[in-house]
């Protein structure tokens, strides 16, 4: 999933973080402009008051500079909703991602279009999914903790089902937002869940 993109992590480091958050804050400001076939290493050092001769040593291209946007959401202390049920849980974190897939300008929608153009993104964006979802996984900890789902529900895959609705309305389809699909998705992929839908396969020893 792509939560809401926060913003770069400060971290202590003097001059070297400061041009990497200036940097990083223009890529985002000219992608949400201009798009993936609008941005221009140029026009990032511009924006940013960086020499573009530093932009091209530290990030050679735009792909790396698109990799370091998306590796640096990772560096955040984002975490799941936690309401006290599964389904509320799940219909939170749907609201946050079709909240994210909507803003205006459109920055997290361009970052999953430009990774479908850029190798480097792509490698990214393949690390901020996992970790995104490594996350959430805690919602399903609760809930089978609570006793709304079965022991060793397959986390990963109900997560998968409740958010992919989402994400295929916004991104593939390209509809207008739905406000009642982040509950619906939520609603059906909780009770799928609580009659075992996502249960893990018995290992050997236990046939």
């Known amino acids: 999933m792509t939560p809401p993109t926060p913003p770069t992590r400060r971290r202590p480091g003097g001059r070297t973080a400061r041009i990497r ?10 992608l949400g402009e201009h798009g993936y076939d609008g941005l221009t290493m140029d026009a990032v050092a511009a924006r940013a008051g960086v020499h573009r001769a530093t932009v091209y040593r530290r990030w050679g291209d735009i792909g790396g500079l698109l ?3 998306l590796d640096a959401a990772g560096e955040d202390d984002w975490q799941p909703p936690d309401t006290g049920s599964l389904r509320g849980d799940l219909a939170a974190l749907n609201h946050e991602i079709q909240a994210a897939l909507t803003a205006q300008p459109p920055i997290v929608a361009a970052l999953i279009a430009a990774s479908f153009r850029s190798e480097k993104a792509d490698r990214a964006q393949q690390r ?22 079965p022991p060793r529900t397959d986390a990963r895959r109900l997560l998968l089902a409740a958010t992919a609705p989402v994400y295929h ?15 619906h998705a939520a609603r059906t992929a909780a009770l799928a869940a609580s009659i075992g839908a996502f249960a893990e396969p018995p290992s050997v020893g236990d046939a």
């Open 21 to 30: 958050t200036q940097v990083l804050d223009a890529v985002r400001a000219e």
């Open 169 to 183: 309305q916004l991104v593939l389809l390209r509809m207008p937002p739905d406000p009642h699909l982040p509950d």
């Open 67 to 69: 990799a370091d946007v």
């Open 128 to 149: 901020l999914w996992e970790d995104r979802y490594a996350r959430c996984e805690i919602i399903v900890g609760r809930a089978t903790r609570r006793g709304e789902l």
